[in-house]
């Protein structure tokens, strides 16, 4: 089960797109696609959840990987890299950060 907790040694990357309205559900659909038919699939592989905001103009993607490794060895590879060039066009921009959890509540 996924956790968001300090102790967890886990690697936590947030990536936020920014499109226009009438993009929004495209990006929804190829970046369902690519979870369900790749992403999900890759060692080290946690968990991830989609979040669109009311305006339909930002997409706040988390993800949890096992190590910082397995998330870059997903990213360099030629089918990711394939589908980040289809997720550039359907937006004005996107960009994945990682993170380290730092407090929790609740």
């Known amino acids: 089960m996924p956790t968001i ?6 690697q936590t990357v947030i990536t936020t797109f ?5 993009t929004c559900q495209d990006l929804m659909d190829a970046l369902t696609e690519a979870y369900a038919e790749f ?5 080290g592989f946690i968990a ?15 993800s949890q990987w ?5 998330f870059l060895a997903m990213l360099r590879t030629t089918e990711m890299r394939e589908r980040n060039r289809k997720f ?3 937006c004005r ?4 950060v990682m993170y380290e959890v730092a407090a929790t509540f609740g």
């Open 5 to 10: 907790a300090k102790t967890a040694e886990i």
């Open 18 to 22: 920014e499109m226009s309205p009438g």
């Open 39 to 43: 992403i999900s699939l890759q060692p």
């Open 48 to 62: 991830a959840g989609l979040h669109v905001n009311d305006a339909h103009t930002r997409i706040a993607n988390y």
């Open 93 to 96: 921009s996107f960009e994945p």
């Open 66 to 70: 096992r190590c910082r490794e397995d």
């Open 88 to 90: 550039n066009g359907l």
